[in-house]
């Protein structure tokens, strides 16, 4: 593509079997999870692109807060897999609109069904992540009640992008809210649902990223 390349066989170090194995076992789990992520989404039409939008965002997040590639690999996984486990909710769950009580405690099961799913992967830290991600910066989330730094940093990102992808969802509430109105309703959960610091970081990020690249790039089929 319009660019040349001067050969130097002292910058070329070749790689080892267990470095090409590894390799292929991250392209494998990373296949696994897209394809996962890509059922659970397919399940729900409103619910279509959501696990590859907080992907994308849990990656520019990760990106600013200057974490290295295979932690930030991993947060993208766990992103794409976070809701996983509704593949094992019935549709009357999945899809009401009004839950009642005992709809809302299957629907919130999602997260330990998804975390018993992901620890097949191998992969460390996702399962933690997932199964905390619906937890809350003052403990009033779920399954565990952490509160504060106890709820792992990754999923407070992925926290932070789950919310803002479904408030700007015109297939879950019938309208498409902007930007900046999701924004400020994440300002009002700093230090109750959110993280203070992390939730300011957020609001920066997405606040100035003209495009959050939300692309079919990688559609199972």
């Known amino acids: 593509k319009n660019r040349a390349v001067q050969y130097d066989k002292h910058m070329v170090h070749a790689l080892d079997v267990e470095e090409r194995l590894r390799i292929r076992e991250r392209e494998s789990h990373l296949g696994i999870a897209r394809a996962l992520a890509a059922a659970v989404d397919?399940?729900?039409?409103r619910n279509y692109?959501?696990?590859?939008?907080?992907?994308?965002l849990a990656s520019?997040?990760?990106?600013?807060?200057?974490?290295d590639e295979d932690r930030s690999r991993r947060v993208e996984s766990a992103a794409m897999l976070h809701d996983v486990g509704k593949i094992a909710l019935?549709?009357?769950?999945?899809?009401?609109?009004r839950r009642s009580p005992r709809q809302l405690r299957?629907?919130?099961?999602?997260?330990?069904?998804?975390?018993?799913?992901?620890?097949?992967?191998?992969?460390?830290?996702?399962?933690l992540w997932v199964r905390s991600h619906h937890e809350r910066w003052d403990g009033s989330g779920y399954p565990d009640g952490l509160a504060g730094e106890s709820i792992p940093l990754e999923a407070r990102i992925i926290a932070l992008a789950d919310a803002y992808d479904t408030m700007t969802s015109s297939r879950r509430f019938g309208r498409q809210a902007s930007k900046g109105a999701v924004l400020q309703e994440i300002d009002?959960?700093?230090?109750?649902?959110?993280?203070?610091a992390l939730a300011e970081t957020f609001i920066h990020v997405v606040g100035t990223t003209a495009s959050l690249g939300w692309v079919d790039d990688w559609a199972v089929v």
């Open 42 to 45: 397919a399940r729900d039409s």
């Open 60 to 67: 520019l997040v990760c990106d600013e807060l200057g974490f």
């Open 90 to 97: 019935s549709d009357e769950v999945l899809q009401s609109h």
């Open 188 to 196: 009002h959960g700093i230090g109750s649902r959110f993280d203070p």
């Open 49 to 56: 692109y959501h696990s590859r939008n907080v992907a994308s």
């Open 106 to 127: 299957l629907a919130r099961e999602h997260v330990t069904l998804g975390e018993t799913l992901v620890e097949s992967l191998g992969e460390s830290g996702i399962p």
